[in-house]
């Protein structure tokens, strides 16, 4: 051979392709003994969830439930590139853990061990100290005991208004040409021994009545004059009459503004506290029929005591005495306030006794029929609800006997 003939080219022996490949192994260099090079490590793969060998080998399962791949044939011939595609494949499709094992912090072993930290949500089963538990229901307890200090304040304030409102309504049922009428006309009011008949009574009464509730000066009674030209008011009379008109007045606006304090209290009520509507009435009716039975008592004792000290309640002494000729007492005798007494106590308390038995905390109206009525749909519907339960649990028990 000479130096120019062509020189054997060396075989390609460049595995960067795929090193790991056992079709290139022939390629390796011998070991310094002369063996031949060692046969590729035995790789286990986990079984599947179903329990099927990996494609292309020869399984041989072991006790820990891996699949070992075929080794290199003894001749040399390294197993195929299809083999090792399929054991892969196998290790991809192998079934994920449970969701509970994960929980758990299950471990998998998918080429080697792997530890599952467990889910932050596992967090919210941990059930906090009894103490803590008994603590946390005391205090909704005590916060669901305590009541609000709003509706309790309407309705102290409902059911002090309510005797007031009932009086001033029934005054001003009194000072009405309706009652001056029906005195005037009904059997037994005695007549006046001075000449005036029952419509004089009435035509100079009503001036006297109209006066109380108009916004006119003092001129209104003290211009009128009788048939013979005479005043028919002294200034005296015509000086009380504007006290009583103060009084009246004042008694109306009181009651007007009480009223609508009232209505606002009722609205409130009615949405702020249920109930608290007919606890204030309730509680109204009870005052109002205290106060009146013992204004009649008195009254009934004394009936001259009684008007006496009433008058000198709200005027001054002497302002308000008269003689029997003075027309005041013509027309207003003394029966004339005994029935205006009587009619004002007999309305207050028709209406307080009408409230007191519509506002009676029945357990109707104080909702314990409709709590009753409650527990016992919720007692009969968890009946039922333990009846389904025991009936699935006797079901599931049958399907799992019937599956042994």
Known sequence: MSDKS??????????????????????KPKTSSGASPAA???????????????????PAVSTSGSVPTTATPAGGQPESRADRKAAEAADVDAEPPLFADTLAGASTDKQGSHYSEPLPTSALQVRPPEDEVARRNAEREQAAKVKPIGPRVFQVLLAVFYPVILLVLAVRAVTSPLFLWVEYNRPGFPGDGYGYSTDDRMTYGSYAVDYLSNWAGPRFLGGLVNQDGAKLFKDSEVAHMADVKLVIL??????????ILSIIAILYLRKRSNGGIRRGLFAGSIV????????????????QQFFTEFHRIFFANGTWTFSLEDTLIRLFPGQFWIDAGIVIGALVFLVATLTFIFTWPTKRRRGLADKQDAAEEASSGSE?????????????????????
Do not use: Y
């Not at 020189?7 to 022939?26: L, R, S, Y």
């Not at 590729?40 to 986990?46: I, N, S, V």
């Not at 004042?250 to 009223?259: D, H, P």
């Open 6 to 27: 062509p020189k054997p080219q060396e075989p390609d022996t460049d595995v960067h392709e795929d090193p790991n490949e056992p079709a290139f192994d022939w390629m």
């Open 40 to 58: 590729p490590a035995t790789t286990t793969t986990p079984a599947s969830a179903a329990g099927k060998p990996n494609v292309g080998s020869d």
């Open 250 to 259: 004042s008694s109306f606006g009181a009651g007007l503004l009480l009223i």
């Open 288 to 303: 109002t029929l205290v106060i009146i039975i013992g204004l009649a008592v008195l009254a009934a004792l004394s009936w």
């Open 384 to 404: 039922d609800t333990l009846e389904v339960v025991s009936g699935n649990d006797k079901a599931d028990k049958e399907a799992n006997d019937s599956k042994r």
